[in-house]
Nanobody
Framework: QVQLEESGGGLVQPGGSLRLSCTAS????????MGWSRQAPGRQRELVAS???????FYVDFAKGRFTISRDNARNTVYLQMNSLKPEDTAVYLC??????????WGQGTQVTVSS
């Protein structure tokens, strides 16, 4: 089993920044992808960014240029630095861990609210 613990959400003004963290614990497979999705009220969950344990990152279009994903493999931790936040970025941000051995694990999510 794998557990994911997220932190770093909160309330921020438009144009502000937040850094999300997610640490995986339990039976960690060294080859994996970790990343972030988000879900706003009334909308489907959407991918934000992901990073493979080998270091390759992927961003969806709305995240490019504003968000940066990074990870510390020794700590099984993935980060999401979010800059130039907009009200439409308001959502619950969920961390996921996807091992090469199969399956996907989700965190409980952390609320990000962008409002003046």
């Amino acid at each position: 089993q794998v557990q994911l613990e997220e932190s770093g959400g909160g309330l921020v003004q438009p144009g502000g920044s937040l850094r999300l963290s997610c640490t995986a614990s339990g039976s960690i497979f060294s080859i994996n992808s970790m990343g972030w999705s988000r879900q706003a009220p009334g909308r489907q969950r959407e991918l934000v960014a992901s990073m493979h344990s080998a270091g390759k990152a992927f961003y969806v279009d709305f995240a490019k240029g504003r968000f940066t994903i990074s990870r510390d493999n020794a700590r099984n931790t993935v980060y999401l630095q979010m800059n130039s936040l907009k009200p439409e970025d308001t959502a619950v941000y969920l961390c996921y861990y996807k091992p090469a051995s199969g399956g996907v694990y989700w965190g409980q999510g952390t609320q990000v609210t962008v409002s003046s």
